[in-house]
């Protein structure tokens, strides 16, 4: 008789019983379907990302920008395959906090979660500053921070009302956003087609500027348009299938937003007037894809994909931001390793309530400020992608570690070859980064560790360890 593989039967087990096998209370709804999920990755990540930061991944690819995102869609495959397989063994909230946290252990764990908050934590006050800017280019007699201060109002009461409220609102945002980039693209089609651009193949490889490290420089800011994926699992109680429906809408939600990526920058790329200028000068207005859409259609199309920008960072990425900020907070707290009011769920609308106003108000004091600043928005996005990058690699290591040398997996491809893969792209992308996310992002690394070991010595790292009996060589039924 074959002897079944350890990890692959801890699997089953925590698929079929959930959080109560950790020693958890199911206190969140399970109410989200596989579409719900997909839905709210391809909200999160935005399918049309690329709008905002087209002419900066141009500029700084030497107009391999297609190119680019595909080198960091496949960073993010290989991070993919390391959630899936984590979110199948460990069935809970808490993301790469809860993955670390258990497959190496807790100290790595909170490292892991503080890592990954530095980018959650900042990306609601980058999405809610972008959209603010971009709105009120159009109204410019409404301050900026006024449209700031909508912007998190409105998401702070949808995320209030519940988990169905957001799905559905999700919904109805991502149809809109795909409306749009269908029009872009037949617009973009018959422009070509009509010669007000040039077809070519220079966004995919132009040996012109090829240079290596300027495409792995240019891919580590495309990053930050797939950044969302990760946020699927956040939602690991409030699934209602299994965690083989979690681990799929992840990967999905990539594989799929990639695809969307790569064609409309391979489609923008074509329609920039002067893509020299462009390269040498770069987008310090962030217009260059709205350009691009005017050349195609007139002004009505730059307006109208200036404007879906606007609508997609400030509203719904942001409002998807939240919740997943919103969930990590409650995990790490539930944990004993954040104040315990921010495990507090509302008994009506099961939510963590205390969390969500939280990150509002952090979006708010980080957000407001730097209304008031030039370079606001650069300085914000230059932390946010060190964060989760960082923490993906922690993820690839803890595959190995919790599969490979704890349960003695023989599945060598899914738990060595990808996860070795990814942190050998991640190194890369990172080390190529921007010299100031760097710097900050280690400070914030430092911190982080400094917390850690604060923590293991006052105990804080010890609370709910059911898992323990897996380290002891006890099997569950014992531990009963």
């Known amino acids: 008789m074959q002897t079944p593989d350890p990890a692959a039967t801890e699997e089953s087990v925590a698929s079929s019983e959930g959080i109560e096998a950790y020693g958890y209370t199911q206190e969140l709804s399970r109410s989200l379907k596989f579409s719900d999920l997909l839905i709210y990755g391809l909200i999160f990540m935005v399918p049309i990302a690329p709008f905002a930061i087209f002419g900066s991944v141009f500029s700084q690819s030497g107009g391999m920008v297609a190119l680019s995102y595909l080198i960091a869609m496949i960073a993010m495959m290989f991070s993919a395959n390391s959630y899936a397989q984590m979110a199948q063994a460990f069935p809970m909230s808490g993301s790469v906090f809860t993955y670390v946290g258990r497959g190496v252990h807790r100290s790595a764990g909170f490292v892991a979660g503080w890592m990954i908050l530095l980018d959650y934590i900042l990306v609601p006050a980058l999405l809610y500053l972008a959209a603010a800017m971009a709105m009120a280019s159009f109204v410019p007699g409404v301050p900026l921070?006024?449209?700031?201060?909508?912007?998190?109002?409105?998401?702070?009461?949808?995320?209030?009302?519940?988990?169905?409220?957001?799905?559905?609102?999700?919904?109805?945002?991502?149809?809109?956003?795909?409306?749009?980039?269908?029009?872009?693209?037949?617009?973009?089609?018959?422009?070509?087609?009509?010669?007000?651009?040039?077809f070519s193949f220079d966004a995919f490889f132009n040996p012109a500027t090829f240079n290596a490290m300027i495409v792995f420089g240019a891919a580590s800011l495309a990053v930050l348009s797939f950044l969302g994926f990760d946020a699927i699992?956040?939602?690991?109680?409030?699934?209602?299938?299994?965690?083989?429906?979690l681990a799929r809408s992840m990967v999905f939600a990539l594989l799929l937003v990639?695809?969307?990526?790569?064609?409309?920058?391979?489609?923008?790329?074509?329609?920039?007037e002067d893509p020299a200028a462009l390269i040498a000068d770069g987008d310090p207005a962030g217009t260059a894809f709205y350009d691009a859409a005017g050349n195609a259609g007139g002004p009505w199309l730059a307006t109208l994909t200036a404007i879906s920008t606007a609508i997609a960072w400030g509203f719904a990425d942001a409002l998807v931001a939240q919740a997943a900020t919103s969930r990590l907070l409650f995990a790490m707290s539930r944990?004993?390793?954040?104040?315990?009011?921010?495990?507090?769920?509302n008994p009506k609308h099961k939510v963590p309530t205390n969390a969500i106003f939280l990150v509002a108000g952090i979006s708010l004091a980080v957000g407001l400020p730097l209304t008031f600043l030039p370079d606001g928005l650069a300085t914000i996005a230059s932390l946010v992608n060190f964060g989760a990058l960082t923490s993906f690699l922690m993820l690839n290591v803890a595959v190995v570690w919790w599969f490979l040398v704890k349960k003695h997996s023989r599945r060598w491809f899914v738990h060595l070859v990808l996860p070795t893969l990814g942190f050998a792209v991640l190194v890369i992308v990172v080390w190529n980064a921007q010299v100031a996310a760097q710097t900050l992002g280690f400070v914030w690394l430092g911190i982080g560790i400094v917390l850690a070991v604060v923590l293991g010595l006052t105990g804080r790292l010890k609370k709910h360890d059911p898992l323990a009996v897996f380290d002891t060589g006890l099997d569950q039924e014992d531990a009963r």
Request: net charge positive.
């Open 145 to 198: 921070w006024v449209w700031l201060l909508g912007f998190v109002v409105l998401n702070t009461v949808i995320n209030y009302l519940g988990i169905t409220m957001t799905a559905l609102v999700n919904k109805w945002m991502l149809v809109a956003e795909l409306i749009v980039l269908a029009i872009f693209l037949v617009v973009g089609v018959v422009a070509i087609a009509q010669g007000r651009g040039q």
């Open 233 to 245: 699992s956040t939602l690991a109680e409030e699934n209602a299938g299994t965690s083989r429906q």
């Open 258 to 272: 990639g695809v969307l990526f790569i064609v409309q920058t391979w489609m923008a790329s074509m329609l920039v």
């Open 335 to 345: 944990d004993r390793q954040l104040p315990a009011f921010l495990s507090r769920v």
